[in-house]
């Protein structure tokens, strides 16, 4: 049974505590003691993240189909999640740095990386298929949790380097439970980094769901214990996670220290292609959470103040189409990959066994070229 702040009452369900948002579910302000002191951001920022979103949902849809079609080994989805990753990443510069799991493609996207260098690790072609240090965004990872503590390094050292430079990085809620975001936290908050840690809640670590995880009220109660800020946020709500997401930025940036955000969000899709979620939830608490599309209620606010036209609108979707057509034509076309590759960028200085390792391998690709089967 999934976690769920709305209904399941028969078993507690965490978090207990209601998330902070600035528009509800059906897409209206929201005033009070539940916007946590934020205030909405101006409508062309809204504007601006409700494009970002529709072009990220068009690319997780298309590459979610090519992934059944064989094209792709794997895929993790966003499916649903587009607000937590976008209103995260739309809120820190380019200087800034972005340390990112696997699930993080549309953030990638937002982040401006190419959908075909975005998907070269999950077709099999590059462990990174872009240029880290041209998006200062670091690599995917498959290991949970242990991108934390690359961001907390490096937000470390560009601390003591007088560097104005934030590093913000994703986590989920199973990666919470790992050692690695510890330790993470602790030296974030010890050394007091310019590091934001987003920890997408979408309730599910696979199979395992938050409650046989932790027994916090919230994942951002947890920031107590570290000496830092956190905040449980509606992560469904794009216009909450820019803003928090936001000052948490300027506050690391001005020498406040590291923050922790919760999203509070659900994954619509499986883990990953390979994942069959019917076995371990409900279809109904899917359907449930599809009513609370973070693109719909955006939508409906943007129209109701009259900043999406028609006009708008269709723009939009035919940015989001190019963006599909252009990732069908760079996942269709055949890759020419080297062997060779798998030497390079190994070490500094390649070791010798390492080179005679290669040299075997040039010799054996020799032969298969001169003597085809």
């Not at 094209?71 to 990753?85: D, F, H, M, V």
Request: hydrophobic fraction near 40%.
């Amino acid at each position: 049974m999934s976690l769920n702040v709305e209904h399941h009452a028969a078993r507690r369900a965490l978090p207990s505590e209601k998330p902070l948002r600035l528009l509800d579910n059906a897409g209206h302000a929201v005033t009070g003691a539940a916007t946590g002191g934020f205030s909405l951001p101006d409508t062309e920022t809204l504007l601006d993240l409700y494009r970002k979103m529709v072009v990220a949902r068009r690319f997780d849809v298309q590459v979610t189909a090519l992934t059944k079609q064989g094209r792709l080994a794997t895929y993790p989805s966003a499916y649903g999640q587009e607000a937590c990753e976008i209103g995260a990443v739309s809120a820190i510069s380019a200087d800034d740095w972005l340390f990112p799991t696997y699930r993080e493609s549309v953030a990638l996207l937002t982040r401006g990386i190419d959908p075909g260098d975005i998907l070269k690790s999950f077709r099999g072609d590059w462990h990174s298929g872009y240029d880290q240090r041209s998006h200062r965004t670091s690599t995917q990872t498959t290991p949970l949790a242990t991108q934390a503590l690359h961001a907390v390094g490096l937000a470390h050292a560009a601390r003591l380097r007088h560097d104005p430079i934030v590093a913000l990085t994703f986590l989920g809620d199973g990666a919470t439970s790992e050692g690695d975001a510890h330790e993470a936290f602790n030296f974030a908050a010890v050394w007091q980094t310019p590091t934001v840690f987003i920890v997408q809640n979408n309730q599910f670590a696979i199979s395992v769901p938050l409650a046989r995880q932790t027994h916090a009220a919230t994942l951002a109660d947890k920031a107590v214990g570290y000496g830092m800020p956190g905040f449980h946020v509606d992560g469904n709500d794009v216009a909450a996670m820019y803003a928090v997401t936001r000052a948490a930025v300027d506050r690391a940036r001005a020498g406040g220290g590291p923050t922790l955000i919760e999203g509070l969000t659900y994954r619509i899709e499986a883990h990953t292609n390979s994942d069959d979620p019917t076995r371990y939830r409900p279809a109904r608490d899917v359907e449930h959470w599809k009513r609370r599309d973070p693109i719909e209620r955006l939508e409906k606010y943007l129209v109701s103040e009259g900043a999406l036209t028609e006009a708008t609108r269709s723009e939009i979707t035919d940015a989001a189409e190019a963006l599909a057509a252009h990732t069908r034509d760079v996942i269709t076309t055949e890759s020419e990959l080297d062997p060779l590759e798998l030497f390079d960028h190994v070490y500094a200085r390649p070791r010798r066994a390492l080179l005679e390792q290669r040299a075997r391998l040039e010799a054996e690709l020799a032969e298969a070229a001169r003597n085809p089967r």
